[in-house]
């Protein structure tokens, strides 16, 4: 047997290997919907009527392929819902957002409440939000007094809760994007207390109330082109009306009150904000 006689041989073996293993897979997994009993028609030979063709999913209203967001109607999804602020007022001495008394002034501070929650569409257009954040802070200042007499001072011990519900809105939507319009309602509310930095004797009692109606309006990026369809994250912009109230209060009968409303974007301050307060992540179960 000559060189190509050889080289013929040693192909026309491997070839039968490879269908050999090719048949024991599709007989170990019938999952993979391979037929061991069809043959494979030779190259170039007209292809039978008995290959069934690739599953197309498509929506039943429409006849269109369907996208990320038809798969995920009905559906639970967690996420985060961005970062609410919560008014308290505190005794300071910057004259920024203060009011003052007697030389005493009350600056409009906030506390930042990361909000999580859950979103599920009731069909291809109106869905359904809430979530809700909290945040607590508490601790003291140890003095140590080389004359012997230590001190110990409370600093600011704060308690906010944020409450959020939309109705997210699906306003179009093509493969893996959906253009939402999501009216909402914030409500949240902060309790605490703060030594005078003064008198160091008589404490502040803080309580603030923030209400917040608005609308946002962008999109959601469902990552179905990567395989996970139920991923999604979502980038907005939206225009509020806030009120927010703030006082603080002491046993002696001393009381400061701070009022604001303002008509805003949802990035009001520095562009990279939108990271905290325009972008969201949810999860689709």
Same mark, same amino acid.
């Given at each position: 047997?000559?060189?190509?006689?050889?080289?013929?041989?040693?192909?026309?073996?491997?070839?039968?290997?490879?269908?050999?293993?090719?048949?024991?897979?599709?007989? +170990?997994?019938?999952?993979?919907?391979?037929?061991?009993?069809?043959?494979?028609?030779?190259?170039?030979?007209?292809?039978?009527? $008995?290959?069934?063709?690739?599953?197309?999913? $498509?929506?039943?209203?429409?006849?269109k392929?369907?996208? +990320?967001?038809?798969?995920?109607?009905?559906?639970?999804?967690?996420?985060?819902f961005?970062?609410a602020?919560?008014?308290?007022?505190?005794?300071?001495?910057?004259?920024?957002?203060?009011?003052?008394?007697d030389?005493?002034c009350?600056?409009?501070?906030?506390?930042?409440?990361?909000?999580?929650?859950?979103?599920?569409?009731?069909?291809?257009?109106?869905?359904?939000?809430?979530?809700?954040?909290?945040?607590?802070?508490t601790?003291?200042? +140890?003095?140590?007094?080389?004359?012997?007499s230590?001190?110990t001072?409370?600093t600011?011990?704060?308690?906010?809760?944020?409450?959020?519900?939309?109705?997210?809105?699906?306003?179009?939507?093509?493969?893996h994007?959906?253009?939402?319009?999501?009216?909402?309602?914030?409500?949240?509310?902060?309790?605490?207390?703060?030594?005078?930095?003064?008198?160091?004797?008589? +404490?502040?009692?803080?309580?603030?109330?923030?209400?917040?109606?608005g609308?946002?309006?962008?999109?959601?990026?469902?990552?179905?082109?990567?395989?996970?369809?139920?991923?999604?994250?979502?980038?907005?912009?939206g225009?509020?009306v806030?009120?927010? $109230?703030?006082?603080?209060?002491?046993?002696?009968?001393?009381?400061?009150?701070?009022?604001?409303?303002?008509?805003?974007?949802?990035?009001?301050?520095?562009?990279?904000?939108?990271?905290?307060g325009?972008?969201?992540?949810?999860?689709y179960?």
């Amino acid at each position: 047997m000559g060189k190509r006689g050889a080289f013929a041989a040693i192909g026309a073996l491997t070839l039968g290997l490879l269908q050999a293993e090719s048949l024991a897979i599709a007989q +170990d997994n019938p999952e993979l919907g391979i037929d061991p009993s069809v043959e494979e028609p030779a190259p170039g030979a007209p292809r039978t009527g $008995t290959e069934a063709p690739a599953p197309n999913k $498509t929506d039943a209203a429409t006849g269109k392929p369907q996208g +990320d967001h038809q798969l995920v109607i009905g559906s639970l999804g967690v996420g985060f819902f961005g970062l609410a602020r919560l008014p308290v007022l505190l005794p300071g001495e910057s004259p920024d957002l203060a009011t003052c008394v007697d030389s005493m002034c009350q600056v409009l501070g906030e506390v930042e409440a990361p909000s999580i929650g859950v979103r599920t569409w009731l069909d291809p257009h109106v869905g359904v939000e809430m979530a809700m954040g909290f945040h607590l802070k508490t601790g003291e200042i +140890d003095v140590a007094d080389p004359g012997g007499s230590d001190a110990t001072q409370d600093t600011l011990s704060i308690f906010g809760l944020a409450l959020h519900a939309g109705v997210p809105l699906a306003v179009a939507s093509t493969k893996h994007l959906t253009f939402q319009f999501v009216p909402f309602v914030n409500l949240g509310v902060t309790s605490g207390s703060i030594t005078d930095p003064v008198s160091e004797l008589d +404490d502040w009692d803080l309580s603030g109330l923030l209400l917040e109606l608005g609308a946002n309006a962008g999109v959601e990026l469902q990552f179905g082109f990567i395989g996970l369809p139920r991923l999604a994250l979502q980038g907005t912009l939206g225009l509020a009306v806030q009120h927010r $109230t703030a006082s603080a209060e002491q046993e002696s009968g001393t009381l400061r009150s701070l009022q604001t409303t303002a008509v805003q974007t949802s990035v009001d301050r520095a562009p990279w904000e939108i990271l905290t307060g325009g972008l969201s992540a949810i999860y689709y179960f």
